[in-house]
């Protein structure tokens, strides 16, 4: 059975792990405080599930998502998620992660600087945009009528494919944004940030986004 890695096993950690087993993956998590801590969530998962270090999660993974606050992914571990995909759902606040000069200025993207701190990787953003309790009630099976859709954006064919089969399986149609250096579309405050679309209204969400700048 592939693997998903979990670097964080919050809200949205949690149910994509949820998800996961669901869907006949092994499910690796982990988070700061150590394995110890996340005993009722493995538990509650089951026997395809096991807890660990950040890194043991990392190397596990075939597939390694990154679901902590923006502010912490400095410490996300570099060398095994070498060559390896890594699914971004990360989202800047600046209350919470504090001011970084560069998204405040538009930049760069919250993808891409992960994608700096892991030059190796194949960053892939996604499940940014969803409330992480929908993960597990808005799934439908692929060709359902009003299909809610996820957008990703990645710089790496192969990859976005990948992650894009692993949405579909989750119950989820999926729209390309593009390249790492459009996902600011699906970023806080832009249309399709939060509520529920289909592919067709996503699209249209995408396409009407505005920087933040345009906005005021
Ligand atoms: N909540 C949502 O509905 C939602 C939706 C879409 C996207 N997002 C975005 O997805 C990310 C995660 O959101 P969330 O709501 O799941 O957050 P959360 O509930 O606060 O969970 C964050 C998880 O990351 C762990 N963590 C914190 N620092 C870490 C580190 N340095 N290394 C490893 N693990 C670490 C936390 O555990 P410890 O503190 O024990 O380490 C916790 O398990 C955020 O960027 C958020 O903006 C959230």
Known sequence: MPTLGLIGAGHIGSQLARLAIANGYDVVISNSRGPETLAPLAAELGPRARAATPAAAAAAGDLVVVTIPLKAIHTVPVEPL???????????????????????????????LLQRHLPASKVVKAFNHIQAAQLTTDGQPKGSANRRALAIAGDDAAAKKTVANLIDRFGFDVVDAGPLSEGWRIQRDTPGYGPRRTAEQLRGDLAAAKRYRDMK
């Open 82 to 112: 070498k060559g390896k995909i890594v699914i971004d759902t990360n989202n800047y606040y600046p209350q919470r992660d504090g001011h970084i000069a560069e998204l405040d200025n538009e930049s760069t993207t919250t993808a891409e």
